[in-house]
């Protein structure tokens, strides 16, 4: 990985955010170039990171072993057949990040037969703290798939999915979840403004609740329901508010809520790898 050249085709958040998390994880700066369009975002790139930008995508892919895609779903069928002979002539690691596009339609826009690791990785690895599914296409070695790793561990967890189909859960999941977490958090906070308490107070106790929850969660081996079981003492006031959320039917609303998301994820892509 020290040694391999990435290049990212795309200079936006996402590209900056992984970036960011390789340099600090100790990569060597000139192994790393960015392509985009955007003279604002090149100079962004190059005054941040200290890398090398160019405008030229076949310019920059004619470089890498370890090829990035980083561009919005909504062209990158267009970027992806700009670059298919540099791709067949080079052969390097494809990792995309391009929400909800199907690895074998990257492959056939790429002109077949390539190493393609589909990833999706969602917005707080814009501060390390993402959450990222990695599928691999058969034919995907062992040593690229290390590679493919250590780039979004760069910001945040990484793990693997062996069937490509639960990407759309994963979208489901961790990609849409951080909005349902926000939403969960402005209820919460909206609730406690409305019994009197001050909105900065309400805030910051309502974010610091979250983070403490979810710390303790991924410290603890035990499931979420014994967690809860020992925050809910019988008689006392979280038993009375369990209560209702499990009343008005909170479990059901979140399984209609992820299936209805799963189900979007599987048409957008159908209609992004339509050619
Ligand atoms: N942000 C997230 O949290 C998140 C989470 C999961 C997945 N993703 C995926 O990550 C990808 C990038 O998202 P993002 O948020 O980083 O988007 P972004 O900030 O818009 O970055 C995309 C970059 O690509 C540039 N670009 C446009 N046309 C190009 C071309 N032909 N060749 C090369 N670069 C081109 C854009 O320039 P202009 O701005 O000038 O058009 C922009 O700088 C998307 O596919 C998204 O689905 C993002």
Same mark, same amino acid.
């Given at each position: 990985m020290t040694q391999s050249t990435i290049v990212f085709i795309g200079g936006g958040n996402m590209a900056r955010s992984l970036l960011g998390g390789l340099l600090a994880d100790g990569l060597d700066k000139t192994r790393l170039w960015v392509a985009d369009p955007g003279e604002d975002q090149r100079q962004a790139v190059q005054a941040r990171f200290g890398v090398r930008a160019t405008s030229s995508n076949t310019e920059a892919a004619r470089l890498a072993d370890i090829l990035v895609l980083a561009v919005k779903p909504q062209i990158i069928r267009e970027v992806a057949l700009e670059l298919a002979s540099v791709v067949q002539e080079r052969r390097p690691l494809v990792v995309s990040i391009v929400a909800g596009v199907r690895s074998d339609d990257l492959d056939r826009w790429l002109g077949g037969g390539v190493a393609v690791v589909r990833t999706m990785p969602n917005t707080p690895a814009l501060v390390q703290t993402g959450a990222t599914a990695l599928y691999a296409r058969p034919g995907v070695g062992q040593n690229q798939r290390s590679q493919a790793e250590?780039?979004?561990?760069? #910001?945040?967890?990484?793990?693997?999915?062996?069937?490509?189909?639960?990407?759309?859960? #994963?979208?489901?999941?961790?990609?849409?979840?951080?909005?349902?977490?926000?939403?969960?958090?402005?209820?919460?906070?909206?609730?406690?403004?409305? %019994?009197?308490?001050?909105?900065?107070?309400?805030?910051?106790?309502?974010? %610091?609740?979250?983070?403490?929850?979810?710390?303790?969660?991924?410290?603890?081996?035990?499931?979420?329901?014994?967690?809860?079981?020992? #925050?809910?003492?019988?008689?006392?006031?979280?038993?009375?508010?369990?209560?209702?959320?499990?009343?008005?039917?909170?479990?059901?609303?979140?399984?209609?809520? #992820?299936?209805?998301?799963?189900?979007?994820?599987?048409?957008?892509?159908?209609?992004?790898?339509?050619?």
């Open positions: 250590s780039i979004m561990r760069a #910001v945040g967890l990484a793990l693997w999915v062996e069937e490509e189909s639960m990407m759309d859960s #994963v979208t489901a999941l961790s990609g849409s979840g951080p909005a349902y977490f926000f939403l969960v958090m402005e209820a919460l906070e909206r609730a406690a403004v409305a %019994q009197g308490l001050p909105e900065t107070l309400a805030r910051l106790l309502t974010l %610091q609740t979250a983070l403490g929850a979810s710390k303790m969660a991924l410290e603890s081996d035990e499931e979420l329901s014994m967690l809860r079981a020992r #925050v809910t003492s019988r008689g006392g006031t979280t038993e009375e508010a369990v209560t209702v959320l499990e009343r008005g039917g909170l479990l059901e609303l979140f399984a209609a809520a #992820v299936d209805a998301a799963r189900t979007r994820s599987e048409e957008l892509a159908s209609i992004l790898g339509e050619d």
